[in-house]
C-alpha cells in the first residue's frame, strides 16, 4: 500500500499504507505534558510532541521497537527527529499551497479515495474498518489524500514546466537503449517501497549479500502493493509501468534487483523476475515513454531544491 506521510503532502505511490494497530501505547503518553509540549514552530504554526509521536507511533510498531524499552532510545529518538523533519516539510507545502492559492475539491478528494479502494481489491466498508482498527481514520486518509493533490499541483505549477527534455536528448537515449522498447513487452516484478523513517541503507546492504530475501524485506519493510506476499506485482505490461520504474527494469537481467531508486519520493528497490519480449518501438512510438524517464530524475532533482528554498526563507523553531 502506498505511504501516508506525516500531514500526507508527498506524493503518494500505488496504494495506502495501513497502519500498526499497536501505535497506541505510544501514543498514550499523559496528554496534559504532551499536548503542551511543544517540539517544533513552523512559520507560526506549531508542531506539539504529542502530535510527533502519534506520527512515530505507527512506523515504531511496523519496525517492531518498542518505545519503552531504554535499549531502543536512540532508535526511537532517530525516528522521532526524521518524522518531524518531514512533518515541517508538510507544513511549509501546505503553507505554499495557501500562498498559492492552490486547492483541491472534497470531490477530487473522494475520486482518489475510490481508486485506492480499488487497488487494495476490497470494500470501502473493510477499507476503512483496516484504517481504524490499525490505528488510523478516513478522516485522516482524506486530509493526506487532500494534501497529496496539492502536492502535485505544486510541483507542476512551479517545477515542471521548467523541466525540459530535448528531441535531440530523446533520440540519443532512445539509440543507446533501443533494444528496450518494445511494443506488447511484459515483466514480472517485485517491489519494496520503503517506508520514509526506515534504515533503507541496512536492508538493502542484507538483500545484495544474500543474509536477507527480497520477499522477507518486502514484508518488513515495504508499504507498497502486495507487501505481504513478498511484493511481487506479477506481469505487468511495460507500457502501463511508471517512468522510473521502466528506468530502472531497463538496466536489470532477469533475477536481478536493482540499486535504490525513488518513486514518488519514497526509497524504493525492484527486482525483476522474468521478462518477455515484444515487438521493436520506432522512435515516434518510444518518444512519450523515453520522455517520462528523462524527466523523472529531474523533477525529482528540482523538487528538493524547492523544498530547500522554502526551508531557507521559513522560520523554523526547532525545540526537541
Wanted: with cysteine.
Amino acid at each position: 500500500m502506498a505511504p501516508i506521510r506525516p500531514r500526507g503532502f508527498v506524493p503518494l505511490c500505488l496504494c495506502v499504507l495501513i497502519l500498526s494497530a499497536s501505535w497506541s501505547a505510544f501514543a498514550a503518553q499523559p496528554r496534559s505534558i504532551e499536548v503542551n509540549k511543544i517540539a517544533a514552530v513552523v512559520n507560526g504554526e506549531i508542531i506539539t510532541l504529542h502530535e510527533v509521536r502519534r506520527q512515530a507511533g505507527p512506523e515504531l510498531a511496523r519496525m517492531g521497537i518498542n518505545p519503552n524499552d531504554r535499549r531502543a532510545s536512540q532508535q526511537v529518538d532517530d525516528i522521532v527527529q526524521r518524522i518531524l523533519d518531514l512533518m515541517i516539510s508538510d507544513i511549509l507545502l501546505r503553507q505554499e499551497a495557501t500562498k498559492l492559492k492552490i486547492t483541491a475539491s472534497d470531490s477530487e478528494v473522494e475520486n482518489e479515495l475510490r481508486k485506492l479502494i480499488q487497488r487494495n481489491q476490497t470494500t470501502p466498508q473493510e477499507f476503512e474498518a483496516r484504517l481504524v482498527s490499525q490505528g488510523s481514520s478516513m478522516a485522516i486518509l482524506k486530509e493526506r489524500l487532500r494534501n497529496n493533490i496539492l502536492s502535485q499541483r505544486i510541483v507542476g505549477l512551479m517545477i515542471a514546466r521548467k523541466v525540459v527534455v530535448t528531441k535531440d536528448e530523446i533520440s540519443k537515449y532512445f539509440s543507446e537503449h533501443q533494444k528496450d522498447f518494445t511494443a506488447e513487452k511484459s515483466v514480472d516484478v517485485s517491489l519494496i517501497v520503503f517506508a520514509p523513517t526506515a534504515d533503507v541503507d541496512t536492508a538493502y546492504a542484507k538483500i545484495k549479500d544474500g543474509s536477507l530475501k527480497f520477499e522477507d524485506a518486502a514484508r518488513q519493510y515495504s508499504i507498497g502493493p502486495e507487501a505481504a506476499n513478498g511484493g511481487r506485482l506479477g506481469n505487468i505490461a511495460w507500457k502501463d509501468l511508471a517512468s522510473s520504474i521502466r528506468s530502472e527494469i531497463s538496466h536489470l537481467s532477469d533475477g536481478q534487483v536493482s540499486g535504490i531508486f525513488l518513486l514518488d519520493l519514497n526509497k524504493s528497490l525492484l527486482r525483476l523476475n522474468g521478462s518477455s519480449p515484444g515487438k521493436q518501438m520506432t522512435l515516434e512510438e518510444a518518444t512519450p515513454e523515453i520522455e517520462g524517464i528523462l524527466r523523472e530524475p529531474r523533477m525529482e532533482a528540482r523538487f528538493k531544491e524547492y523544498t530547500q528554498q522554502l526551508r531557507n526563507k521559513a522560520v523554523i523553531d526547532i525545540r526537541i
